[in-house]
Nanobody, 129 residues
Framework: QVQLVESGGGLVQPGGSLRLSCAAS????????VGWFRQAPGKEREGLSC????????YIADSVKGRFTISRDSAKNTVYLSMDNLNPEDTAIYYC??????????????????????WGKGTQVTVSS
């Protein structure tokens, strides 16, 4: 069974940090690009970041550049999204998704993720005092 499972969400105060995890089972992320998306109530889905397998491109959205960092731990078959300096506008459900080999940047940038083969069910991030 092919699955992506997000974890690490929760409640954090403004200015705080969280690290989200995207763990794959049933396939290896070593040959997949992984993207992160988020969706807040009443808002369109927003593409945040993507990391390619091998030598492909990496993407970070302007809205989170300098605060969010994407990374990969192949031994754990997991991709992370480290989030710093969180503010209430970051409150959303965060999703990861995987596509073969390299990030299709346009698919991330426009929030649709149409090139992605697999999606997780999301993890809630709430930033509030």
């Amino acid at each position: 069974q092919v699955q992506l499972v997000e974890s690490g969400g929760g409640l954090v105060q403004p200015g705080g940090s969280l690290r989200l995890s995207c763990a794959a089972s049933g396939f290896s992320l070593d040959t997949y690009a992984v993207g992160w998306f988020r969706q807040a109530p009443g808002k369109e889905r927003e593409g945040l970041s993507c990391i390619s397998a091998r030598d492909g491109p990496t993407y970070i959205a302007d809205s989170v550049k300098g605060r969010f960092t994407i990374s990969r731990d192949s031994a754990k078959n997991t991709v992370y999204l480290s989030m710093d300096n969180l503010n209430p506008e970051d409150t959303a459900i965060y999703y990861c998704a995987a596509e073969v080999l390299t990030c299709t940047i346009a698919s991330i940038r426009d929030g649709r993720g149409h090139a992605m083969d697999y999606w997780g069910k999301g993890t809630q991030v709430t930033v509030s005092s």
